[in-house]
């Protein structure tokens, strides 16, 4: 079911990130690297707000359903009158706030279409509601049909409007606002348990939302401060569209990872219900093994091949910043390393102490960032964000390891890890001493295989993963 999960959701977070990437693709050669860093600008600052909408309670209520038998319907009703509560303090506080971030970042003359993120809302509010309910009861295709549709019908949208208005920030708003609309007809949900007396109090249902938020909240800060960052300590328009095309690339690591954290949450909540250690302890190293290799294969791809991959989609005009493609590929990576560790904290009912560690995190992130912006430049997310990434991922690993022993399997880990650093320098290594003799690219693709064959069959849990999918889509397996 795990594995078979993942790939439905794997498919559509395939299609999320083929649309986006050729809908950025595309903006970014219309409008230039100084226009395109604006939507990019825009674009992180719905996101900021969207925060609390998509995670926190769509996890709680994925949790509860996942482990407990209880009345779907009341719960429903439950969930939705919170989230449409977080919905009007977020548009209360958007109309507050958003004119005066809109002269912080000096994209005055796009702050009147600032004002439809509050359109959008509370309708993804309304669909990442639905989606958790889907998630937490299994329904593993519809979630995916309901996230593909979205990405298909916001790209086509968006590109309508693109080349009839000539304007990006309205055709990327309007798409995204169309597109929800249109999603929320595919999330129909089941009402089960109608007899069930399972009573889900408000303060539980709360408790795991605001951990499951908080958590999201401080996590995807990370992920979407960056280009704010750039702007705001001085990095031009122009520079900010350059990173932004990086980063497109390097992002497309996360939304794999998140279709695994996704499918993986319910399941590891339903083990340890159960208290199966035996088969979480399985499930969680087989996935973390299987991440590790990914961030590998991942990295060394991007660095090899990065240049090619900018210049043919997003063109020559934005290959200044190809550099950064590799190490934000490896951070976004490192990132998904600690949302699956979070999502176990979640899980366990930890106490929520360890997102005094991520505010921590952040505030060191920011510091970082700050004091190294003038001499790395763009570089310089990208490297704070690996340097937190390990750090966090230690501590959360050594604190799930201390109250539930025997989860992860730390000395396989550490060797496989050790194992695939290795490998990935002596490729590096191999592919610079190669491109003195060859062409550069004709080595890199020559080196690239052998990592992958060489890494693939010397580590049985990949292996293993990779022929259980590959069976599952030949239709194998179930």
Not at 147 to 173: D, P, Q, W
């Amino acid at each position: 079911m795990l594995t078979k999960g993942i790939f439905q959701e794997t498919m559509s977070k395939v299609v999320l990130a083929v649309t986006g990437f050729v809908l950025n693709m595309i903006l970014a050669r219309v409008l230039g690297p100084a226009n395109y860093g604006v939507v990019g600008i825009i674009l992180g600052i719905m996101f900021v707000f969207e925060l609390f909408l998509t995670n926190g309670l769509r996890q709680a209520v994925s949790k509860i359903l996942s482990s407990q038998q209880v009345n779907t319907r009341k719960l429903y009703w439950q969930s939705f009158i919170i989230q449409m509560a977080f919905s009007l303090g977020l548009v209360l506080l958007g109309l507050l706030i958003l004119g005066r971030v809109a002269v912080w970042l000096q994209i005055e003359q796009y702050a009147n279409l600032l004002y439809l993120i509050l359109v959008i809302i509370p309708l993804k509010g309304l669909f990442f509601l639905n989606c958790g309910f889907l998630n937490g009861q299994f329904k593993y295709k519809q979630h995916a049909v309901a996230n593909s549709v979205y990405s298909v019908f916001r790209l086509v949208i968006a590109l309508i409007l693109l080349y009839t208005t000539r304007n990006g920030v309205l055709a990327v708003l309007v798409g995204t606002l169309g597109a929800f609309i249109l999603a929320l007809f595919f999330t129909k949900l089941e009402w089960t348990n109608k007899d069930s007396t399972v009573v889900v109090s408000n303060r539980y249902l709360l408790d795991l939302t605001w951990g499951a938020l908080l958590f999201y909240l401080l996590v995807n800060i990370f992920f979407n401060i960056d280009v704010l960052l750039l702007r705001g300590l001085g990095m031009t328009e122009a520079a900010v569209g350059y990173y932004k095309s990086s980063a497109n690339i390097g992002s497309l690591l996360y939304f794999l990872f998140i279709s695994v954290s996704q499918v993986s949450y319910p399941l590891i909540a339903r083990l340890f219900a159960r208290e199966d250690w035996k088969e979480l302890g399985k499930v969680t190293n087989k996935l973390f093994i299987s991440i590790f290799y990914t961030i590998a294969l991942a990295f060394v791809f991007t660095l090899f091949f990065s240049d090619v991959i900018i210049g043919v989609f997003f063109g020559k005009a934005y290959l200044p910043a190809v550099g950064v493609t590799p190490w934000y590929a490896l951070s976004i990576g490192l990132l998904s390393v600690i949302i699956m560790l979070g999502n176990m904290m979640i899980v366990f009912d930890q106490k929520k102490s360890y997102l005094f560690y991520l505010v921590g995190a952040l505030a060191l992130y920011l510091v970082i960032v700050v004091t190294l912006i003038n001499r790395f430049e763009i570089f310089t997310p990208p490297i704070a964000l690996i340097i937190i990434s390990l750090i966090i991922s230690i501590v959360f690993i050594g604190k799930l390891n201390r109250s539930y022993n025997g989860v992860f399997d730390v000395k396989t880990l550490l060797r496989i890890t050790v194992w695939l650093i290795s490998l990935s320098a002596i490729a590096v290594l191999l592919q610079h001493i190669l491109s003195d003799v060859i062409n550069a690219h004709l080595s890199g693709v020559l080196v690239f295989i052998v990592f992958t064959i060489v890494s693939f069959f010397s580590i049985r849990q990949v292996k293993e993963a990779v022929l259980n999918s590959l069976s599952i889509l030949f239709g194998r397996k179930k």
